[in-house]
């Protein structure tokens, strides 16, 4: 998940060896879990703001962080 001021906007899919790492797996379970009603309405609040990261140019403290595409 990639979060803006907490706040989720996208994710990336974990790579298939990934999903059978046992440590990956234990610490992505000790995640709060987000359903696809929470993302969409994150990202509606966001596009709505203009704070959406992947669509409007903002001021970011550590762009380095963003996702590349």
Not at 1 to 23: K, R, S
Not at 40 to 48: D, F, G, S
Request: proline share 7%; with cysteine; charged share 25%.
């Amino acid at each position: 998940m990639y979060f803006i001021q907490n706040v989720p906007f996208t994710f990336d899919e974990l790579p298939e060896f990934a999903m059978h790492d046992a440590e990956i797996l234990e610490m992505a379970n000790g995640q709060k879990c987000w359903s696809a009603d929470d993302l969409y309405r994150t990202y509606n609040y966001l596009v709505e703001e203009e704070c959406h990261p992947l669509l409007f140019e903002l001021e970011l403290e550590n762009p380095e962080l963003l996702p590349v595409d």
